[in-house]
């Protein structure tokens, strides 16, 4: 098969690979028709080579149709529509039983002491070649895969994946009061539906900032309040401050993560760490690395007093430096982590119609071949061509 793999620092191929087969009595193969290339799929491209191996396959978004299912598989047959969650879970041990699957203890990562493997991302996460390809190994058969119906395109479906049920749980984490307020830092894909999720939800007045024109203009365009960050940079809280009574909003969503601006040192660290043999790149990055956390300090600056900073960008270094005296002094609860796929699907389902409250049939910005993979992978990483969301189709 044809698949999209890992090959250096800022180098990605589509090459011909063997195809997966079925290793277990309760794994399907699925072929997958879309598949999408997520912000987080940026950090191996510039960061986390050391946790890569040349030829790995990425993607952890896709959906497609099962081509075979194993002999202990009774809940789906061939032919079946099926997304698949980027967290690979059981769905019943202790940890998925709680809601929380990207702590399945079935796939934990013990030997590096990290959470539930996810598809195609990095040996920090169990190194379980990705859907960015013409083909994907599912575990779990019968519980994993989300069976959806036939008809529409997979624009509708595909973004269950990762897409809505991590904007989903970054505005339940953030608590956001009925008709109150929200800042939602980045607006790139998540950031972008966290603040339709949240206006869907009862949020009275939804702020987005970002510094990159396209994404800007794009929520504006949906009818959110915005913030261009190189315009109103120093002057951001006061900005927010005066559209909330002096206060700062109810909450504010991080979903920025380690590729905020600014920090030059942290940038420079990070460049420097991805360049370093592996073997002395992991340890520095596991006990000494820093991330640049400008999004997570505005955003503990911005959120009101008693108020609520929601993190779902991705944060990777261990040595970061928070303000614990501030957010001691606010008072702020903060909440975070991978998203639970299989605990918000039920919450979305029904939206995923052709009333399309959340607009997600017109979400993505582009569509193109898996053939051309490597250059919508340099395209988002320079973020040219107003590109915020990209499909792939093998």
């Known amino acids: 098969m044809r698949a999209l793999t890992w090959q250096g620092r800022r180098d990605v191929r589509v090459e011909t690979v ?33 946790y890569l191996d040349p030829g790995d396959i990425l993607g952890h978004e896709p959906m497609g149709i099962v081509q075979e299912v194993g002999p202990q598989v ?4 061939p032919g079946d529509r099926v997304v698949i969650p980027f967290n690979v ?6 940890m998925c ?16 002491g990290y959470g539930a493997a996810l598809f195609g991302y990095t040996k920090l996460y169990g190194q379980v070649p990705g859907g960015q390809a013409e083909f994907l190994r599912v575990p779990f058969g019968n519980k994993l895969p989300i069976k ?8 509708r479906y595909v973004y269950l994946s990762d897409v809505l049920p991590t904007a989903w749980q970054a505005v339940e984490y953030a608590a956001v009061p009925q008709g109150g307020s929200v800042a939602v830092l980045g607006l790139g894909p998540i950031g972008d539906m966290s603040a339709r999720i949240a206006r869907h939800r009862g949020a009275g007045l939804v702020i987005g900032v970002d510094l990159v024109d396209e994404r800007l203009e794009r929520a504006a365009a949906n009818g959110f309040t915005c913030f261009d960050l190189r315009r109103h940079g120093r002057d951001l809280t006061e900005t927010v401050r005066d559209l909330t009574d002096g206060r700062g909003p109810d ?22 760490t991805g360049h370093l043999p592996d073997a002395v790149a992991q340890p520095l990055m596991e006990h000494a690395g820093v991330d640049r956390l400008g999004a997570l300090h505005s955003g503990i600056d911005l959120v009101r007093r008693g108020g609520t900073l929601s993190v779902s960008g991705v944060y990777g270094g261990t040595a970061s430096p928070m303000p614990l005296l501030t957010m001691f002094d606010k008072q702020i609860q903060v909440r975070m982590g991978q998203a639970n796929v299989w605990r918000w699907v039920e919450d979305i389902l029904p939206l995923l119609t052709d009333e399309d409250p959340l607009g997600v049939d017109g979400f993505k910005t582009h569509a193109v071949p898996l053939e051309d993979g490597p250059k919508a992978y340099a395209m988002f990483q320079a973020k040219e061509d107003g590109m915020i969301k990209t499909l792939l189709e093998p």
């Open 251 to 272: 909450a504010v969503i991080d979903a920025v993560g380690m590729e905020s601006h600014g920090a030059p040192f942290a940038k420079a660290a990070q460049w420097v």
């Open 89 to 94: 879970s059981c769905r019943d041990c202790f």
């Open 97 to 112: 039983d709680q809601g929380l699957h990207s702590q399945c203890e079935t796939t934990q990562v013990k030997e590096r």
């Open 74 to 77: 009774h809940a789906l047959s």
């Open 18 to 50: 063997p195809d997966p087969w079925i290793e277990k009595p309760d794994d399907i193969i699925v072929r997958i028709t879309s598949t999408g290339i997520c912000g987080s799929d940026l950090h191996l491209y510039e960061l986390f080579g050391p």
């Open 148 to 155: 959806v119906p036939e008809g529409p395109p997979d624009d």
